[in-house]
């Protein structure tokens, strides 16, 4: 089973500030990586998938970059409504397998 | 517009058993992989079970492997999940999710239903 790893748990950023979330596979996924966004009683929704292309409505301020197993999603300028739950995950086993980082949250400083 | 409705949680015993659904609309069944994903209270997401659009490519988490079946009727527009042999670590809210592209990941979601197991 491919392990997903996030970091940080937790980040601390002021609006408008740049927010980095990194997510590490245990195994290489090539590109087949994608980042969810949750936020508290609501369902997670997709922002980027292919590692780096953002999902239909999805604001330019997030992008997705990495490879392999190395990954990152950043927000450029941080809007209160980011503040949210980040999650990746890998799609490469797929079928059968797929498997969810343990998130980052992103709370106001 | 895309709607994905579960049904069928509930509060069960440990060792029992219990169905899922999910009725789908607003887009062509048939044509695309689903998923059940499930989130324990105040835990993260985990991939559950995962089913192609023909059922014949079907995955488990090893967490439940064994004890879960996934199928889906596509005359229904339904996707299930028989769940035997309930723990207490099975307690949590299960979403059913859309695959897309190769139907690895998921662009729609319900809003989920909600499985406590507890005697």
């Known amino acids: 089973e491919i392990v997903m790893t996030q970091s940080p748990a937790t980040l601390s950023v002021s609006p408008g500030e740049r927010a980095t979330l990194s997510c590490r596979a245990s195994q290489s996924v090539s590109s087949n990586l994608a980042w969810y966004q949750q936020k508290p009683g609501q369902a997670p929704r997709l922002l980027i998938y292919?590692?780096?292309t953002r999902a239909t409505g999805i604001p330019a301020r997030f992008s997705g970059s990495g490879s392999g197993t190395e990954f990152t999603l950043t927000i450029s300028s941080l809007q209160s409504e980011d503040f949210a739950v980040y999650y990746c995950q890998q799609y490469n086993n797929w079928p059968p397998e797929l498997t969810f980082g343990g998130g980052t949250k992103v709370e106001i400083k | 517009e895309v709607q994905l409705v579960e049904s069928g949680g509930g509060l069960v015993q440990p060792g029992r058993s219990l169905r899922l659904s999910c009725a789908a609309s607003?887009?062509?069944?048939?044509?695309?992989?689903m998923h059940w994903v499930r989130q324990a209270p105040g835990k993260g997401l985990e991939w559950v079970s995962g089913?192609?659009?023909?059922?014949?490519?079907?995955g488990y988490a090893d967490s439940v492997k064994g004890r879960f079946t996934i199928s889906r009727d596509n005359a229904k527009n339904s996707l299930y999940l028989q769940m035997n042999s309930l723990r207490a670590e099975d307690t949590a809210l299960y979403y059913c999710?859309?695959?897309w592209g190769m139907g690895g990941y998921f662009d729609y979601w319900g809003q989920g239903t909600l499985v406590t197991v507890s005697s």
């Open positions: 999710a859309k695959g």
């Open positions: 607003g887009f062509t069944f048939d044509d695309y992989a």
């Open positions: 292919g590692a780096s």
């Open positions: 089913i192609s659009w023909n059922s014949g490519s079907i």
